[in-house]
């Protein structure tokens, strides 16, 4: 047994100091053990102890009940409502308190861990009843999801109640002091998650209100559209069972993603949203500068912007009529080979088939170089070959079109081009460079592709060179047009 020593200094103090002395000495020299277990003997060593006739534990909790009593030693049981604090021996009118503090051994147990429901659900309340559960720090749930104890719904020596968090999953529960001590629970505890069962509409319009019913949709954090677009807001109905949002700007088909607190995430049916599609275009071959071109489709009402071949997005200058059902647009004059695109949105787009520009004949280079499978270039420069540089150097003069005629391998199934500089063999052509790496991909039977040349990609010819690679075609000619 631990005994706290207090020395041999006569303790007696008075409440009044001008009280008439005791007629007889009294001195405490230790008590112990300290810390000390509530409900278990603690001992009081010192002289004239015997006249002792109460002690009185922190805060203000009295014993008159003695395990043994003598003149050198005290017995007592310690009160289960005893705190920490010093402890005062009542003699006559006088008392002696110890110049320590007692302190307590506290050792956490837990009984039971229930709840209302057999399953849980975030917000249901968990009861857990045991022994010094005041020193509990933090309750875990699956998932990792801590609640700590200023966040408890109640917290007293025999109960703690806590409340599931939103985060929670399915998994065993785990109590913690915040120091050495954890419990685990045995078994599992079930955590209902949320599902999403329907929508109130499956043809949806941005900026049109949805609904989506389910279960426990209170546990949702975050609503997704298609295309990983975040909802600006959403709402929950108090019963959990629906949440009300509005289509986003840029939706396609597919599903309202539900990411929850507990980072899972869940899908609702799919819906569709009005999609423009492009059945042809007219004409589609021999195209020139200005040309009026005839696209039919569905709700091409809904084009937000055009991508024509080797051009720059266009915002404006189409009509449409009545039904979406015709757009009408002018060919531009940088427009070369290529499937003009349609944008409905971010996240939808519509190509047309390939088009083709119509060629002038302005042919400055002829000749049968085979690419191979990447395995040979067409190297335009100076130190290579200076007849071919000079017909490409005089007739490449000014920014303009360089159209590229080939033959395919018709025994692969792809075929490939990549024009780029020879000053690193890494930097392609301005009108490639973003795209693919700049490998062009052709079809099957393509037989040329058009290039818009800027006035970098001149500075570069007449510097270290230009260079061709691909594969399963072989290039015959080159035509220029500025």
């Not at 409340?163 to 079930?190: C, H, L, M, Q, R």
């Not at 040309?291 to 489709?297: E, F, M, P």
Request: proline content about 4%; some cysteine; overall charge negative.
């Amino acid at each position: 047994m631990a005994l706290v020593l207090l020395g041999t200094t006569v303790a007696m103090q008075s409440c009044d100091d001008d009280a008439p002395e005791y007629p007889y000495s009294s001195e405490l020299h230790s008590f112990g053990p300290s810390p000390a277990s509530r409900g278990e003997t603690i001992r009081f060593i010192g002289e004239g102890l015997g006249g002792v006739s109460k002690v009185i534990f922190p805060v203000g909790v009295e014993v008159t009940d003695f395990v043994s009593k003598s003149d050198t030693e005290l017995v007592c049981v310690v009160p289960q409502e005893a705190l920490p604090g010093k402890i005062r021996l009542i003699i006559g009118g006088k008392e002696i308190e110890t110049r320590s503090m007692i302190t307590y051994s506290e050792p956490i147990s837990i009984e039971s861990v229930s709840s209302a429901n057999p399953q849980l659900t975030a917000g249901d309340e968990l009861v857990v009843t045991g022994e010094y559960l005041y020193n509990v720090a933090s309750v875990t749930f699956g998932n990792n999801a801590e609640v700590l104890s200023e966040d408890f719904t109640k917290q007293e020596r025999h109960e703690l109640r806590v409340k599931v968090p939103a985060e929670a999953k399915t998994g065993k529960i785990i109590f913690s002091d915040g120091a050495d001590w954890t419990y685990s629970t045995e078994n599992e505890f079930v955590v209902r998650s949320a599902s999403a069962t329907s929508i109130s509409k499956t043809d949806l319009a941005e900026g049109e209100s949805v609904t989506v019913y389910g279960e426990n949709l209170q546990l949702v954090k975050t609503v997704y559209f298609p295309g990983e677009i975040e909802a600006a807001s959403f709402t929950v109905a108090a019963d959990g069972k629906s949440l009300s949002t509005t289509v986003p700007a840029g939706t396609c088909s597919g599903v309202i993603t539900l990411e929850l607190y507990s980072l899972d995430r869940i899908d609702t049916p799919a819906f569709t949203v009005p999609t423009i599609e492009v059945y042809s275009v007219s004409p589609d071959t021999n195209l020139t500068p200005g040309q009026l071109l005839t696209v039919s489709g569905k709700l091409l009402n809904l084009v937000s912007s055009i991508v024509f071949p080797g051009c720059e997005a266009v915002y404006s200058g189409w009509q449409v009529n009545s039904d979406g059902s015709e757009l009408t647009v002018e060919v531009p004059a940088t427009m070369v080979d290529g499937k003009i695109d349609f944008i409905q949105n971010s996240n939808i787009v519509v190509s047309s088939a390939n088009l083709s520009m119509k060629k002038q004949g302005n042919v400055f280079w002829m000749g049968n170089f085979e690419l191979g499978g990447w395995a040979a270039n067409l190297e335009v420069a100076s130190d290579k070959d200076a007849e071919m540089f000079e017909a490409f150097t005089t007739a490449i003069d000014a920014p303009g079109k360089l159209t590229i005629n080939f033959e395919q391998d018709t025994t692969q199934g792809w075929w490939q081009l990549q024009p780029r500089y020879r000053r690193d063999w890494s930097t392609c052509f301005t009108a490639v460079r973003d795209v693919n790496g700049g490998i062009i991909e052709t079809e099957a039977g393509q037989t040329s592709i058009t290039l818009n040349i800027a006035q970098e990609d001149i500075d570069e010819l007449n510097g270290a060179g230009w260079a061709f690679s691909g594969c399963n075609m072989t290039i015959v000619s080159m035509e220029y047009e500025k």
